[in-house]
């Protein structure tokens, strides 16, 4: 069911609740499945991966996944058609790149999120200067269109970026590509503190949060994380939807340690 993100996060964040986003790659075995047992262990909403060929953003345990996801036949309309069929009992998200939009059209590609009940989107390497006619788009078809703020952005940068995100802010925790790290990077506190200075919107740190005790050491600065690596090796080595959900319950039991 497409729900308001800004409403939704905002509503979480007031209550005193650290957000907790895991991303799954579609495609894989079993990934729907893993995106309810995410959401039945404490998920606050979904973020689901429609890979791309080519994710610049993305390091070796996304990549590979996506890999494998699209040597399976994966296309963006069969996982469109598959979350409209089975949706999450929580918000979802997309996370995808701006070919896959462009290729099948910003109206059609917002409309069938909508159709399927997703209720937002982020487009990795889409720069605010150019987002427009995705965000027209989007908004038409009541879509959030996530975006991202970098720890090099300049402050008026990230103002413009925190004014035209919907749901939540994403701060991209370091430079460089999605991936585990043995320490969350300074960067990822550092740009959480500076854009919680700058909006009264929710931020939510990913990239380079791979750990329970990561997650609650960005969270003590902002309002929650996006996981993904972690979650998704774990679905390259072939755990069980019920893992999946064991896991994303240990980062949510260490994030309520935070009420």
């Known amino acids: 069911m497409q729900v308001s993100l ?33 959401a039945e262990a404490g998920a606050d909403a ?13 390091g070796p345990t996304i990549q590979q996944a996506s890999d494998k996801s699209l040597a399976a036949g994966t296309t963006p309309d069969s996982i469109i058609a598959n979350l409209a069929k089975s949706p999450p009992p929580v918000p979802t998200i997309v996370m995808t790149y701006t070919n896959i ?6 109206d059609r590609f917002a409309r069938s999120l909508a159709d399927a009940g997703v209720s937002g989107a982020i487009l990795a390497d889409l720069p605010l200067n150019e987002a427009g006619p ?7 078809s009541g879509v959030a269109t996530i975006l991202l703020a970098a720890p090099t952005s300049s402050d008026d940068r990230c103002r413009a970026i925190a004014e035209r995100s919907r749901g939540f802010i994403y701060a991209v925790g370091l430079l460089g590509v999605t991936g585990e790290r043995e320490r969350l990077a300074d960067s990822a506190t550092m740009v959480a503190s500076r854009l919680k200075a700058l909006t009264n919107k929710p931020v939510l740190v990913g990239v380079g949060v791979s750990t329970p005790d990561q997650a609650v050491e960005a969270s003590r600065v ?15 080595e072939g755990a069980s939807p019920e893992d999946i959900g064991e896991t994303v319950g240990e980062f949510r039991t260490a994030l309520d340690t935070l009420l």
């Open 222 to 236: 902002a309002d929650g994380v996006v996981v993904g690596s972690a979650f998704v090796r774990r679905m390259l």
């Open 101 to 106: 939009a462009h290729h099948m059209g910003y």
């Open 6 to 38: 800004d409403n939704h996060f905002s509503d979480l964040c007031a209550s005193g609740r650290k957000c907790l986003v895991p991303y799954l790659t579609a495609g894989l075995e079993g990934w729907i499945e893993c995106l309810h047992a995410a």
């Open 134 to 140: 995705w965000c027209e788009a989007a908004d038409a």
């Open 46 to 58: 979904v973020e689901v991966g429609i890979p791309f060929s080519d994710p610049v953003m993305d």
